[in-house]
T-cell receptor, first 116, second 113 residues
């Protein structure tokens, strides 16, 4: 258990509405990530953060924004949800406090989002 | 660009049989490789990882994987599968200096009683 919680765990919303997903960690890890999981695609990185107010884009960032005002929380926002954003969203943390490619990522339980 | 290929979408094995899940990567430098498992409705759990050294790595739940640089492969194996191993398995590689994981598309394992 990496001390990661995600909320909500399930959400159904309508096209065009804003949605915010929350990832919360209890260990003050520096690196946090948001992925989406879709059949046939595995997990794809949306955005990641390497510190408070420090974020960067992943491979599928269009239509998503993130914020990190506190170390423990990493928020993913869909400004205007579309049906193509129906997916399972996973948050992950990297426990290392230093820059190293060898560190392992640990994943939260996921949020299932359905956009009607 | 780095990529990971898992050529088998589904694999079905009988309980007690051996298992090998394939993973091929495309990466210019020394790769850092991972296998994760995802049980239905659950998050991802790390099975094992390879960074350097011994090319045969042991993981949890009786799994092992072998890194073969000449074949750009990192196949996952288990000598005797249990019904509880039914899950989806993901191979992943770290993009060096970026702390980002690139995942394969996954292999779903079904276990026959």
């Amino acid at each position: 258990d990496a001390g990661i919680t995600q909320s909500p765990r399930h959400k159904v919303t309508e096209t065009g509405t804003p949605v915010t997903l929350r990832c919360h960690q209890t260990e003050n890890h520096r690196y946090m990530y948001w992925y989406r999981q879709d059949p046939g695609h595995g997990l794809r990185l949306i955005h990641y953060s390497y510190g408070v107010k420090d974020t960067d884009k992943g491979e599928v960032s269009d239509g998503y924004s993130v914020s990190r005002s506190k170390t423990e929380d990493f928020l993913l926002t869909l400004e205007s949800a579309t049906s193509s954003q129906t997916s399972v969203y996973f948050c992950a943390i990297n426990p290392s406090g230093t820059a190293s490619s060898t560190d392992t990522q640990y994943f939260g339980p996921g949020t299932r989002l359905t956009v009607l | 660009a780095q990529s990971v290929t898992q050529p088998d979408i589904h694999i079905t094995v009988s309980e007690g049989a051996s298992l090998e899940l394939r993973c091929n990567y495309s990466y210019g430098a020394t790769p850092y490789l991972f296998w994760y498992v995802q049980s239905p409705g659950q998050g991802l759990q790390l099975l094992l990882k390879y960074f350097s050294g011994d090319t045969l790595v042991q993981g949890i739940k009786g799994f092992e994987a072998e890194f073969k640089r000449s074949q750009s492969s990192f196949n996952l194996r288990k000598p005797s599968v249990h019904w509880s191993d039914a899950a989806e398995y993901f191979c992943a590689v770290v993009v060096e200096s970026s702390y980002k994981l690139i995942f394969g598309s996954g292999t779903r394992l079904l276990v026959r009683p």
